[in-house]
């Protein structure tokens, strides 16, 4: 399946769509993005719509595929990681870094431009414990569960 990220004139994602392959396949057998967004806009009788193709198995610039266990293994093809990050609700596309941003989840939090994702100014302890992030004191604090 591929997925299409519906973006406003802000370039905010704000839907994420699924078509079937075979409708975004040429004759040739290859993927060609125009044949979604022709499709898309087709469906939605809508030609002012912009929509950008995204991949599910992209995160931090990098393709990923599921094994049979269930989990998310580095794909020896790297030349599959689509647009740095799959499309998330809210989130930006670029189109300078041809690349989706997720939603800033702090304000003081740098994009990385490499992934572009974002990245705490302090990075996540590495001693097994859990932390979540703490804007206000800019640092990063042990979850205590019960």
């Not at 044949?35 to 809508?46: E, M, V």
């Not at 998330?88 to 300078?96: M, P, R």
Request: with cysteine.
């Amino acid at each position: 399946m591929a997925h299409f990220a519906k973006l406003n004139s802000n370039n905010v994602v704000t839907e994420i769509h699924v078509v079937k392959n075979d409708v975004i396949t040429d004759s040739d057998g290859n993927e060609q993005e125009q044949l979604g967004i022709d499709f898309l806009n087709n469906l939605y009788r809508k030609d002012n719509v912009v929509w950008k193709k995204t991949s599910y198995n992209t995160k931090n610039n990098k393709h990923y595929y599921e094994n049979e266990s269930g989990e998310l293994i580095e794909s020896d093809d790297q030349s599959k990681a689509y647009r740095k990050n799959y499309a998330a609700l809210g989130g930006t596309y670029d189109a300078t870094r041809d690349a989706f941003i997720p939603p800033k989840p702090y304000e003081s939090w740098i994009l990385n431009e490499e992934t572009c994702n974002w990245d705490a100014p302090i990075e996540y302890p590495n001693d097994g414990k859990k932390y979540g992030w703490n804007d206000s004191s800019n640092s990063w604090v042990e979850m205590n569960y019960i």
